[in-house]
């Protein structure tokens, strides 16, 4: 009988720097951010950003993730201006009620 392994990334842990308006990832020497700006009550998400050999591993989507459940905890709205949130936002109907009219 073949067995395969399944290999686990670790978790990539999001951290929110409001002073810097945006959440960060640590990779271990390199930084991805998904940055915003606040206006009244919407959250304008203005640029993500992962380092290239960090690409196509999901951490862009759990940063995203991240932002929208602080925009949700905190009731405000999200105005995706960045193309990858508006991308995930799309692919995502759990997150489409905190669209920004």
């Known amino acids: 009988m073949r067995r395969e392994l ?6 990539i842990h999001v951290l929110h720097r409001p002073e810097r308006q ?4 640590d990779l271990g020497g390199a930084t991805a951010l998904c940055a915003y ?5 919407a959250i304008v998400f203005t640029h993500t950003e992962v380092p290239p050999d960090f690409e196509g591993q999901g951490v862009a989507a759990d940063l995203v993730q991240a932002a929208l459940a602080w925009v949700r905890s905190e009731g ?3 105005a995706p201006r960045c193309s ?3 991308s ?7 997150v489409q009620d ?4």
Do not use: T, W
């Open 6 to 11: 399944l290999v686990m990334a670790p978790a």
């Open 22 to 25: 945006r959440f960060e990832a």
């Open 84 to 86: 990858y949130v508006a």
């Open 37 to 41: 700006l606040r206006s009244g009550d």
């Open 88 to 94: 995930y936002m799309r692919r995502h109907p759990e």
């Open 98 to 101: 905190l669209l920004a009219p």
């Open 76 to 78: 405000l709205r999200a």
